[in-house]
């Protein structure tokens, strides 16, 4: 600390206890015993231990490095993108997706981003979600979001193509008209 002391003035600046011979650690030209610069340093808010060397500051609090991890998964989350959820616990990005993520009505998986992906698209029909390649007619299992069946012709809450939904227009109105 660049100054001279006598022995017996050489002590903590906080609990008094002489430092000659013992660890002590000097901070701002004030000299800590062990204990006591231990008690001034943050703790991490995972495991409650002080953090002696490299503080991760997230959330607007400090952890341990090897202590911010994914709440689903525990993979460590120091340099990797995350986010958190409305009650505050700490996703990595795929998890996050994984658990909030709006899920099709067909297959039930989520819909989210494709690895290495940021966006993904998501087709809402009849209040309904559906993955790109899950959105097809009921009846005949053509693809509703390209090629000459595109559009969707929705009938009693049933997914329908345009020829779909006219053969089934035609039954319903034969059905009918034979009814009266």
């Not at 017996?8 to 011979?21: A, E, P, Y």
């Not at 495991?47 to 500051?57: A, G, T, V």
């Not at 390209?146 to 929705?154: I, L, R, S, T, V």
Request: glycine content about 6%; aromatic content about 8%.
């Amino acid at each position: 600390m660049d100054q001279v002391f006598h022995v017996d003035c050489f002590t903590c600046i906080i609990c008094s206890n002489k430092l000659r011979g013992q660890p002590f650690y000097a901070v701002e030209k004030k000299a800590y015993c062990e204990p006591c610069y231990i008690n001034t340093l943050e703790q991490c808010s995972v495991c409650s231990k002080p953090i002696m060397e490299r503080i991760l500051r997230a959330t607007g609090k400090a952890y341990h490095p090897h202590c911010f991890t994914c709440v689903m998964c525990h993979r460590s989350l120091d340099g990797i993108p995350f986010t958190v959820d409305a009650g505050g616990l700490i996703h990595c990005i795929e998890d996050f997706h994984k658990k909030f993520a709006p899920r099709c009505s067909v297959c039930t998986e989520p819909i989210m981003p494709a690895p290495g992906q940021e966006e993904t698209v998501r087709i809402v029909a009849l209040d309904r979600d559906f993955h790109v390649h899950c959105y097809r007619c009921e009846d005949c299992g053509g693809l509703l979001s390209e090629g000459d069946n595109q559009g969707c012709y929705p009938l009693d809450g049933h997914i329908l193509c345009k020829a779909c939904n006219s053969t089934r227009i035609r039954v319903l109105t034969a059905k009918a008209s034979t009814d009266l």
